[in-house]
Every structure is written in structure tokens, then in C-alpha cells.
């Protein structure tokens, strides 16, 4: 899989939009990028995923660079209850193997401030 | 509400006792898997079932065991309990293994190993 890189943490109003960044330089042409978020003492959570395109849902959007190289979930206004840590995933999508599994790192911790 | 239900959400154990955790779902989902997650690492999948009757190895497998008689609950037995094994356990459902976005986590149970 390739490998993502996240800071390690960013906060924002509340109000406002929230930008978080993932940079997967090493991926490959059939891999997707996924976020996940987890809400303190939760289990992870969808948000998003796309491949080549902009996507956009009722929770967020997904930026991602022509070069594919990195991507941007943006929460487009934040509240506290969007407090989580993020995880940025690059996985193939129809993957050999039922072995295949969401690999979390240590994401992002996004903290939205009142 | 439909979704996964982990029991118990805390348990201490002695070490060298065995427990099962128990992990049930709603939507007739036919894969279901165990994580563990530990301070600062990421989710590490322990076992996996592709359906009824079928289980399977992930990264972490030993000192656990699973087994899956219906499609609703997989649930995760620890044989002889070890500190090492005191974590964070998460259930996930999907209607596929391929389906990452599909991926419906529990709660966690909050295992202690004394």
C-alpha cells in the first residue's frame, strides 16, 4: 500500500472550514484514497473516497491533486462535534484477497475550538 | 438502531484467564472483522470472515480465535489472557471485503489485562 503522511495535528474555529491535508506521493494508478475519522472512545467512521475526481457528500469533500500525489478533506464548517482524529488511507479497491484491510496510521487530530 | 453491537464495552481480566467478546450485526452483512488498537499505533486486523463458516488469519492472529456459525455475530475469543493483549477491540461489518466505504465499526470493548 502506499504510504500516507498527516500532521500530526491542527485545529480550527468553529464555523469555519476545516482543511486537512494527506500527502501519498508513492500511489499507485488503481489505488483510492479513503478517510476515516474517530470521535474520541468511538470506532472509526466513513467520511469519503474518491480516485481521480473531486467528490463531495453530505459530510465533506475531497480535493485531490492532478498528480495524485496528495489530497485535502475539507469539512466545509466545522463544529466541535467534528473534534476526531482523521485517517487518510490509500488502498486498491477490488484487492486480491479478503486479507485485504483498512490500515490506519495515526491520522490527524483535528480540534475545532468554540 | 441497525449497526454493530460490541458487549461487553469494558472487562478487566487476570492474566491467564479467557474471555469471548462478543460482536453482533443487523444488516446482513456477509464480512465481518476483529482490530485491535493500541496508544499511538494504528487499527491491526486480528481475524476476518468472508461469510458463515468461513474464517481467516489477519496480521495479529495469535492468542485469539473466532468463529462465525452465523452471519450475524463473530465473535472473539482470548484464550489465555495476556497484558499484551490489553487494547481497544473493534468489530467492523461490511456487505463485502472489497467495500472499504462500506466498512460499519462498533463501539470498542476496553480490554485490561492484569
Known amino acids: 500500500d502506499a504510504k500516507t503522511t498527516q500532521p500530526t495535528s491542527m485545529d480550527c474555529a468553529e464555523g469555519r472550514a476545516a482543511n486537512l491535508p494527506c500527502n501519498h506521493s508513492?500511489?499507485?494508478?488503481?489505488?483510492?484514497v479513503y478517510w476515516y475519522r474517530q470521535i474520541h472512545s468511538q470506532g472509526p467512521q466513513y467520511i469519503i473516497h474518491?480516485?481521480?475526481n473531486n467528490e463531495t457528500n453530505e459530510m465533506a469533500s475531497l480535493i485531490i491533486t492532478e498528480d495524485r500525489k496528495s489530497s485535502t478533506l475539507i469539512l466545509p464548517h466545522a463544529t466541535l462535534r467534528d473534534t476526531a482524529v482523521y485517517y487518510c488511507?490509500?488502498?486498491?479497491?477490488?484487492?486480491?484477497?479478503?486479507?485485504?484491510?483498512?490500515?490506519f496510521g495515526k491520522g490527524i487530530t483535528l480540534s475545532v475550538r468554540p | 438502531n441497525a449497526g454493530v453491537t460490541q458487549t461487553p464495552k469494558f472487562q478487566v481480566l487476570k492474566t491467564g484467564q479467557s474471555m469471548t467478546l462478543q460482536c453482533a450485526q443487523d444488516?446482513?452483512?456477509?464480512?465481518m472483522s476483529w482490530y485491535r488498537q493500541d496508544p499511538g499505533m494504528g487499527l491491526r486486523l486480528i481475524h476476518y470472515?468472508?461469510?458463515?463458516?468461513?474464517?481467516d488469519q489477519g496480521e495479529v492472529p495469535n492468542g485469539y480465535n473466532v468463529s462465525r456459525s452465523t452471519t450475524e455475530d463473530f465473535p472473539l475469543r482470548l484464550l489465555s489472557a495476556a497484558p499484551s493483549q490489553t487494547s481497544v477491540y473493534f468489530c467492523?461489518?461490511?456487505?463485502?471485503?472489497?467495500?472499504?466505504?462500506?466498512?460499519?465499526f462498533g463501539s470498542g470493548t476496553r480490554l485490561t489485562v492484569v
Open positions: 474518491g480516485l481521480k
Open positions: 470472515s468472508v461469510g458463515a463458516g468461513i474464517t
Open positions: 467492523a461489518s461490511s456487505y463485502s471485503w472489497q467495500a472499504f466505504e462500506g466498512y460499519t
Open positions: 444488516m446482513n452483512h456477509e464480512y
Open positions: 488511507i490509500v488502498r486498491v479497491e477490488m484487492e486480491a484477497g479478503a486479507n485485504s484491510k483498512l490500515t
Open positions: 508513492t500511489i499507485s494508478g488503481n489505488e483510492y
